[in-house]
T-cell receptor
Framework: ETGVTQSPTHLIKTRGQQVTLRCSSQ?????VSWYQQALGQGPQFIFQ???????GRGNFPPRFSGLQFPNYSSELNVNALELDDSALYLC???????????FGPGTRLTVT | RKEVEQDPGPFNVPEGATVAFNCTYS??????FFWYRQDCRKEPKLLMS???SGNEDGRFTAQLNRASQYISLLIRDSKLSDSATYLC??????????FGQGTILTVHP
């Protein structure tokens, strides 16, 4: 069984730039959720994808967008990066209808 | 008010101690609850599910109190390896998933 993978591991971007983060779900899982985790905080839900559509969204602006592909992998895109976007971005996969989240190792984004 | 709240700690306990964490939730429609463990600079890992009837796994016991809207995690006979951040998680509906800010536990010799 293959676990959740994410790429890249680390990323440094400049304010105003755009970034794309990638996630491959665990074998058999069809739902992907993205979280932002700032230092010392719990993961904040960004959105969830199922059947290539956004299924739910947290309190994040539209410059945070995503995609899910037919193989259930997913991308998180962030436009017009701000300094406060610096965080660990976590992808989690699950079966549709299940709440348990299985996380990838995360992408650490630094915006300067 | 945050939807899911935890005491951030830190909790510093000696090996062998019993320690308990609580997590309160504000949305009465919350349906599922879990505890996760997160080691420093790592991803959260599912520790256990939480049910009204309670859930025990070795030294760990989780409990849900719907009337008071909180969940708890009890760790008995603490080990050094239990040192981590413990996150509670609630699922309100498909696509609405909320974590607490985490409780830091340090177990010392």
């Amino acid at each position: 069984e293959t676990g959740v993978t994410q790429s890249p591991t680390h990323l440094i971007k400049t304010r105003g730039q755009q970034v794309t983060l990638r996630c491959s779900s665990q074998s058999g899982h069809n739902t992907v959720s993205w979280y932002q985790q700032a230092l010392g905080q719990g993961p904040q839900f960004i959105f969830q994808y199922y059947r290539e559509e956004e299924n739910g969204r947290g309190n994040f602006p539209p410059r945070f967008s995503g995609l899910q592909f037919p193989n259930y992998s997913s991308e998180l895109n962030v436009n017009a990066l701000e300094l406060d976007d610096s965080a660990l971005y976590l992808c989690a996969s699950s079966f549709w209808g299940a709440y348990e989240q299985y996380f990838g190792p995360g992408t650490r984004l630094t915006v300067t | 008010r945050k939807e899911v709240e935890q005491d951030p700690g830190p909790f510093n306990v000696p090996e062998g101690a019993t320690v308990a964490f609580n997590c309160t939730y504000s949305n009465s429609a919350s349906q599922s609850f879990f505890w996760y463990r997160q080691d420093c600079r790592k991803e959260p890992k599912l520790l256990m599910s939480v049910y009204s009837s309670g859930n025990e796994d070795g030294r760990f016991t989780a409990q849900l109190n719907r009337a008071s809207q909180y969940i708890s995690l009890l760790i008995r006979d603490s080990k050094l390896s239990d040192s981590a951040t413990y996150l509670c998680h609630s699922g309100t509906s498909y696509g609405k998933l909320t974590f607490g800010q985490g409780t830091i536990l340090t177990v010392h010799p």
